[in-house]
């Protein structure tokens, strides 16, 4: 049987950061980058009275529509997806709106997986797979594989067993892994 990973969406598939930088820049009037958000949500760097707005943002769906692919997501997915069964897990309940936007992205980027492959979800503990990639520790706590963080800004003073800093350290990291 072929060994299972799961594979979060925002920030670690898709540069949903830039759009959330995008979107404050704009409405702000600012010039924040992503190199300002080293060891920090956005949600801990931007003044408390741009905090509500800058919240309220991923609760609309056009948050989520036409979000570019992190470099070499795509490719690796599709590599990966030789050897290994790949689910995408996102944790679509934090932004319910979220749902039929993601869904489409999903279909549209990846169009080589197939529809029953994706879950959206509250918590990941309930995945059952071998590995879960994912920007997010706090999805490791529960689940029951391996954990792998995926580095993103606001992750990388995090402690964690098994890092990657790229798709390309993905790709290397799972070479004898199937
Ligand atoms: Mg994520």
Redesign the pocket.
């Known amino acids: 049987m072929r060994k299972r990973i799961a594979i979060?969406?925002?920030?670690?598939i898709c540069d949903t950061m830039a759009r959330h930088i995008d979107w404050y820049n704009l409405e702000f009037k600012q010039n924040l980058k992503k190199a300002d958000l080293m060891g920090k949500k956005i949600y801990n760097h931007v003044p408390p009275e741009h905090l509500a707005r800058v919240r309220s943002y991923p609760d609309n769906a056009e948050f989520f529509e036409d979000l570019e692919p992190l470099e070499g997501a795509i490719e690796g997915i599709k590599e990966l997806n030789q050897r290994f069964d790949i689910y995408i897990a996102t944790a679509a309940m934090e932004h319910p709106s979220s749902f039929s936007v993601k869904y489409e992205w999903l279909i549209k980027h990846l169009p080589f997986l197939s529809p029953m492959n994706f879950v959206f979800c509250g918590d990941k503990g309930v995945v059952n797979a071998d590995y879960l990639i994912?920007?997010?520790a706090r999805h490791f706590r529960f689940f029951s594989g391996q954990g792998v963080l995926f580095t993103a800004p606001h992750n990388v003073n995090e402690e964690t067993e098994v890092r990657v800093n790229n798709w390309q350290e993905i790709k290397a990291y799972f070479v004898d892994k199937a």
Not at 8 to 12: Q, R, S
Request: aromatic share 0%.
């Open positions: 979060d969406m925002d920030e670690t994912d920007d997010s």
